[in-house]
């Protein structure tokens, strides 16, 4: 296995064409083609975790977070980012990182809390924009049937709850062919008008490539006409954070307890009590103070999250249970969702999670 078939793996399981524009993900130290003799696993990537992979023999660990976020300007610097890489070169370790695109797919950080959580009936709290596409093009009738079969069989025209969608209509094409041309209907320098039927197709963006190649592939006009366009529709399977419901509602406290035991807290901030039952809650892990407004407009009872800064607790406006229990510990679980998908997906191959806490946050 070489580090490409992981990286591969990952796209796979949750494309990286969803991570967030400000991210840094995919393999951020290394080199795709190198073969693989083990992967550890972690949420960052720090000096002791390479080491802890050098000690191993493992040359590839798989980060949650990416040690490189912004541009580095020279590795001579001591810091903690340049300290990594730098040992990471030295010992022939390749880095990959996963962040928000696993922060985007429903079977991913937030699936993850969410089980922890007991939540049920889950769904994203808040959908990413921009990552439906149709596809518009224009075929022989003959050809039609196949190419929709085709574009079905590569996972588009998928909508929410269902499939195999499309719209055609027939219609009249014209062309004329120049001098170097190699027309499907007709000859050379020839108006030919040929009977055509309209194909739209949905797709998700990351399929665009392969719906491509089947259009190529099946379509037999020498130059094929067709449009792209992004819509506007929710895709409610891409997205931040996740709602649910517990299976009993319980009170403020009594849910408070439930995340010191399930998320193995010390301790945690939160809003004022609304003296109200907790049902319906939504989580996100990391940084999630930009969706407050998101967990109160779904109803939420308590949102769960973390990084929520001293003004951002007013919003809470009297209408929702806001808690902050930590960045590391939000996530912590991330990782043995990592190590359970990999080890499904290689099963004979040296997998192992750090033993390394790399949480830098200390209480006292």
Avoid: W
């Avoid at 590839?60 to 040992?87: A, D």
């Avoid at 994203?124 to 924009?129: A, D, F, M, T």
């Avoid at 954070?241 to 010390?266: H, I, P, Q």
């Amino acid at each position: 296995m070489i580090v490409k078939d992981v990286i591969d793996f990952f796209d796979s399981y949750s494309p990286l064409s969803y991570a967030e524009d400000f991210d840094n993900i995919g393999l951020l130290v290394g080199n795709m083609n190198d073969n693989v003799t083990g992967i550890l696993i972690c949420l960052d990537s720090t000096e002791d975790v390479i080491s802890e992979a050098t000690n191993l023999n493992y040359n590839l660990v798989v980060s949650f977070h990416p040690i490189i976020f912004e541009g580095l300007k020279n590795l001579s610097e001591k810091n903690h980012v340049n300290n990594s890489v730098v040992l990471a070169v030295k010992n022939k370790i390749n880095i990959i990182s996963v962040h928000t695109a696993l922060d985007n797919s429903n079977v991913g950080v937030n699936m993850k809390l969410s089980q922890m959580l007991g939540l049920n009936n889950t769904k994203i709290l808040c959908p990413k924009k921009h990552t439906i596409k149709k596809l518009t093009t224009y075929i022989p009738k003959e050809y039609s049937e196949k190419l929709k079969e085709r574009f079905f069989s590569s996972g588009a025209g998928k909508i929410g709850k269902y499939e195999n969608c499309s719209f055609s209509f027939e219609g009249l094409g014209t062309f004329k062919g120049n001098e170097k041309s190699n027309p499907y209907m007709g000859k050379k320098l020839e108006n030919v008008e040929q009977s055509e039927e309209c194909v739209n197709i949905t797709y998700l963006k990351h399929l665009e490539n392969d719906i491509l190649k089947v259009l190529n592939e099946i379509h037999p006009y020498e130059e094929i006409a067709y449009e792209i366009k992004t819509l506007e529709n929710i895709n409610e399977n891409i997205g931040m954070g996740m709602f649910g419901f517990l299976k009993n509602e319980m009170l403020e406290k009594d849910f408070l307890d439930l995340l010191k035991d399930k998320l193995s807290l010390r301790f945690l901030k939160h809003s004022d009590f609304l003296n109200k039952k907790i049902k319906k809650v939504a989580v996100l892990g990391g940084s999630g103070s930009f969706a407050i407004e998101d967990a109160i407009s779904i109803g939420a009872d308590a949102y769960v999250t973390s990084d929520i800064k001293y003004h951002e607790y007013f919003k809470a406006n009297k209408s929702i249970l806001l808690i902050d229990v930590g960045h590391y510990e939000s996530e912590q679980f991330t990782k043995n969702l990592m190590f359970d998908i990999l080890t499904k997906k290689f099963p004979n191959f040296a997998i192992a999670l750090t033993k390394k806490i790399t949480n830098p946050v200390n209480y006292y």
